[in-house]
């Protein structure tokens, strides 16, 4: 898998939807609804976890961290999934002594990817450590009225551009919501059981299929890391993705490209360009060839190569 240079600078993670779990069975109720322990989690840290529902298919993947300065729990999510992510999270909040609050219109959040720098970082509420990006980073949040941006300027830290972003997380093979990530995918397909599940922890909704999908070793599709191999190419996202040999126009697609990095088309020529998509299992190999098209014999088809993954660091 290729790598990349530590990113350093800093970039807004807001809009977010943003809750704070509170009350006296906020770290039981919380273990029981995802895929990550809660309770050993250090104060100060941002853990990564998935919600799946009892087929244990995936509902919302999320960041939780326990409140720095109070009892509760600081929870963050894409803004797409506040509404659907709040419903799931307060549904099963029976007889337990634990209220969910939305939080999104009152706090914003950025990360800074220098914790040397984040030591001189002040007028910050609160921070916890995360690695979302794939690397050791801070979450800094502060009131919605407050400015990140005159904050960073007066430390002369640079805000890095989205497509840097990016293309770095595609890269390190970290997927996303809308993206990778979609409602009723199985989370093993997508290669982070190493990030966000833990097989050791007590029982959560859908556990028992996730544990088994752990013991046969076998899913229908994964996640792979392909490299363009023609650097000026356009490719739609989404598109799908067809054997470059061995199949015959009209075959079924084998999978699906969901993500390439940014400006494939003004990179030199020497330039990787490299996507996340979903290929069948048994064409998920490195070296395997595929074609992006909306259909087999399209003249307009890109060619990618698969790269091999190497181990995806725990976020």
Same mark, same amino acid.
């Given at each position: 898998?290729?790598?990349?240079?530590?990113?350093?600078?800093?970039? =807004?993670?807001? =809009?977010?939807?943003?809750?704070?779990?509170?009350?006296? *069975?906020?770290?039981?109720?919380?273990?029981?609804?995802?895929?990550? @322990?809660?309770?050993?989690?250090?104060?100060? !840290?941002?853990?990564?976890?998935?919600?799946?529902?009892?087929?244990?298919?995936?509902?919302?993947?999320?960041?939780?961290?326990?409140?720095?300065?109070?009892?509760?729990?600081? /929870?963050?999510?894409?803004?797409?999934?506040?509404?659907?992510?709040?419903?799931?999270?307060?549904?099963?909040?029976?007889?337990?002594?634990?209220?969910?609050?939305?939080?999104? #219109?009152?706090? @914003?959040?950025?990360?800074?990817?220098?914790?040397?720098?984040?030591?001189?970082?002040?007028?910050?509420?609160?921070?916890? !450590?995360?690695?979302?990006?794939? @690397?050791?980073? /801070?979450?800094?949040?502060?009131? @919605?009225?407050?400015?990140?941006?005159?904050?960073?300027?007066?430390?002369?830290?640079?805000?890095?551009?989205? !497509?840097?972003?990016? &293309?770095?997380?595609?890269?390190?093979?970290? =997927?996303?919501?809308?993206?990778?990530?979609?409602?009723?995918?199985?989370?093993?397909?997508?290669?982070?059981?190493?990030?966000?599940?833990?097989?050791?922890?007590?029982?959560?909704?859908?556990?028992?299929?996730?544990?088994? /999908?752990?013991?046969?070793?076998?899913? &229908?599709?994964?996640?792979?890391?392909?490299?363009?191999?023609?650097?000026?190419?356009?490719?739609?996202?989404?598109?799908?993705?067809?054997?470059?040999?061995?199949?015959?126009?009209?075959?079924?697609?084998?999978?699906?490209?969901?993500?390439?990095?940014?400006?494939?088309?003004? !990179?030199?020529? *020497?330039?990787?360009?490299?996507?996340?998509?979903?290929?069948?299992?048994?064409?998920?190999?490195?070296? /395997?060839?595929?074609?992006?098209?909306?259909?087999?014999?399209?003249?307009?088809?890109?060619?990618?190569?698969?790269?091999?993954?190497? #181990?995806?660091?725990?976020?």
């Amino acid at each position: 898998m290729p790598t990349t240079e530590p990113l350093q600078g800093w970039t =807004p993670i807001t =809009p977010r939807a943003l809750f704070l779990l509170t009350g006296a *069975d906020r770290v039981r109720y919380l273990n029981g609804q995802i895929t990550q @322990q809660v309770d050993h989690l250090p104060k100060g !840290q941002a853990r990564y976890a998935v919600i799946t529902n009892h087929k244990g298919k995936l509902e919302a993947d999320l960041h939780f961290a326990h409140h720095p300065e109070k009892d509760g729990i600081l /929870i963050d999510a894409h803004i797409d999934l506040r509404e659907s992510l709040f419903t799931r999270l307060d549904r099963y909040i029976i007889a337990d002594d634990a209220e969910l609050t939305d939080i999104t #219109d009152d706090w @914003q959040v950025a990360h800074l990817l220098d914790k040397e720098a984040a030591t001189e970082i002040e007028n910050v509420s609160f921070q916890t !450590q995360s690695t979302r990006f794939g @690397q050791p980073g /801070i979450d800094l949040w502060r009131p @919605q009225s407050h400015d990140f941006e005159e904050l960073f300027q007066t430390h002369q830290i640079n805000q890095l551009a989205p !497509q840097v972003l990016e &293309n770095h997380r595609i890269t390190q093979g970290i =997927p996303q919501w809308n993206h990778e990530l979609t409602p009723g995918l199985l989370p093993p397909e997508a290669r982070i059981e190493a990030r966000a599940i833990d097989y050791q922890k007590g029982c959560y909704i859908g556990q028992e299929i996730i544990s088994r /999908i752990k013991s046969v070793g076998k899913v &229908n599709r994964r996640l792979v890391l392909l490299k363009l191999d023609r650097s000026h190419a356009e490719t739609p996202v989404p598109s799908p993705l067809w054997l470059a040999s061995g199949e015959q126009p009209g075959s079924k697609a084998i999978g699906t490209l969901t993500s390439i990095t940014k400006g494939a088309g003004s !990179q030199p020529d *020497d330039a990787e360009v490299l996507a996340l998509g979903y290929l069948k299992s048994q064409h998920a190999e490195a070296g /395997i060839q595929v074609l992006a098209a909306p259909v087999i014999d399209a003249p307009s088809a890109t060619r990618f190569t698969v790269l091999p993954f190497s #181990d995806l660091t725990k976020s």
